[in-house]
């Protein structure tokens, strides 16, 4: 987290708004609804990319009901998902923040740490089994085209669709405009603090810094929203294609806490409505639709929940937190472990419908016991790392 903010600068800030998130939240400083979503996501991502890039998806379907087959097939809409929440969480991670040169130095390392540990160790896992496997298995290719020092070092540095070199793993793209994100939103914080400070001090109230915040972030994602995100060519690789919907997750915690009224989340919510309407009046793909869609609903029901003050204690279960809990690691390992499950187990049953859904579901079991391995040893180590990190 960065520096909280200074005696200094306490008044650039409005006035701590009480809590809406529920009783649990404040004993344990964790959002249960949120981590259970995570989960899930995770769990529809794993089972989408299990039945999409591997050879078993013919066979397979040939015996799973088609409802089965509906749900997993949009298992990417969780992407959507997991931007509503990033916005969310990082508006409610430096609700209290005052931004300068240091702490946005100490943050980016903490970013960086965060998210690049477990990708690149992810990176790694899938360059040696590629490597393995080419030389000694008569295995499917893990990556279609041999790995060169300059596509590898692309990816550890998180520029690999901005050099148009490709991802490595599936999903690794998300990890790299998520850190485009975290940065870019700071970044504009630190804007809001800067032209809400000599205003509040000149007799301002919450309403002045809900003004600002309002007018630096809405623009950018109403642009976000009618135009950057409707070429997929020219801005996919940045955050800026995006920013639209993590800024709903955004503008959802800052209408529960009161920096902005509930009016301007509603309004805001309106114009996805009209995001979507114009996808379909232009005849893209139902896809463009269906992620406008899907980051409405998820942004509403976060909100709505918040509100009933139930952030903390919903969606609890031991299962969904567990699956919470590892969902990064989840989501970067599932990749190559379910490519080296299902690769053999094509390789040793070949188009066997009733085996190649056992290989499916085993590759689903396997990559949640790989992610939880990748937790334990990968990433608490560096979420302890970051923790030390954290200012005082």
């Known amino acids: 987290m ?27 400083q964790r959002f249960a609804f949120l981590d259970a979503l995570r989960g899930l996501g995770a769990l529809g991502i794993t ?34 998902v997991f931007w509503v929440i990033a916005g969310f969480v990082v508006a409610y991670s430096l609700r209290r923040t005052a931004v300068g040169p240091a702490s946005f130095g100490n943050f980016s390392l903490q970013r960086v740490l965060r998210l690049g540990t477990p990708y690149w160790t992810t990176l790694l896992v899938v360059v040696v089994l590629d490597s393995l496997t ?17 596509h590898l070092a692309a990816n550890f540095a998180f520029l690999q669709d901005v050099l148009h070199y ?24 630190a804007i809001v603090q800067g032209l809400s400070r000599p205003l509040l001090r000149d007799g301002g109230d919450g309403k002045t810094h809900g003004l600002i915040l309002t007018l630096v972030f809405v623009p950018l994602g109403l642009v976000s929203l009618f135009w950057f995100n409707l070429d ?10 995006f920013f639209h919907m993590p800024l709903f997750g955004a503008m959802a915690w800052w209408a529960l806490e009161g920096r902005i009224p509930r009016t301007l989340f509603w309004a805001y919510a309106a114009a996805l409505v009209g995001g979507a309407a114009y996808r379909w009046q232009l005849g893209l793909e139902y896809q463009k639709s269906l992620d406008i869609a899907v980051t409405l609903t998820t942004g509403v029901v ?35 472990t379910s490519w080296l499950v299902v690769s053999a187990g094509c390789h040793w049953t070949g188009d066997n419908a009733t085996a190649a859904v056992f290989w499916m579901a085993l590759a689903v079991v396997v990559s949640i016991g790989a992610a939880h391995l990748m937790y334990v040893f990968v990433e608490s180590p560096s979420l302890r790392l970051v923790a030390r990190l954290k200012p005082s």
Do not use: K
Not at 10 to 28: C, I, K, N, Q, V
Not at 136 to 143: D, F, K
Not at 176 to 189: K, N, W
């Open 2 to 28: 960065l520096d909280p903010p200074r005696e200094t600068d306490a008044a650039a800030l409005p006035a701590e708004p009480r809590d809406m998130t529920g009783p649990s939240h404040a004993a344990s």
């Open 134 to 150: 080419r030389r000694w298995a008569q295995l499917l290719p893990l990556v279609d085209d041999s790995v060169t020092l300059p």
């Open 232 to 241: 997929d060519e020219a801005y996919s690789a940045w955050v800026i294609y």
């Open 166 to 189: 490709g991802n490595i793993s599936a999903g690794t793209w998300f990890v790299c405009v998520d850190l485009q994100f975290g940065l870019l939103f700071t970044v504009m914080l």
């Open 302 to 336: 976060v909100y709505l929940v918040g509100r009933r003050g139930h952030l903390g204690d919903w969606l609890t279960a031991r299962l969904l937190q567990y699956l919470g809990r590892i969902s990064y690691s989840l989501f970067l390992i599932h990749y190559p």
């Open 47 to 80: 089972c989408y990319h299990i039945h999409r890039y591997r050879p078993l998806e013919i066979p397979a379907d040939h015996i799973i009901p088609n409802t089965i087959q509906f749900v997993v097939r949009h298992g990417w809409v969780s992407v959507q």
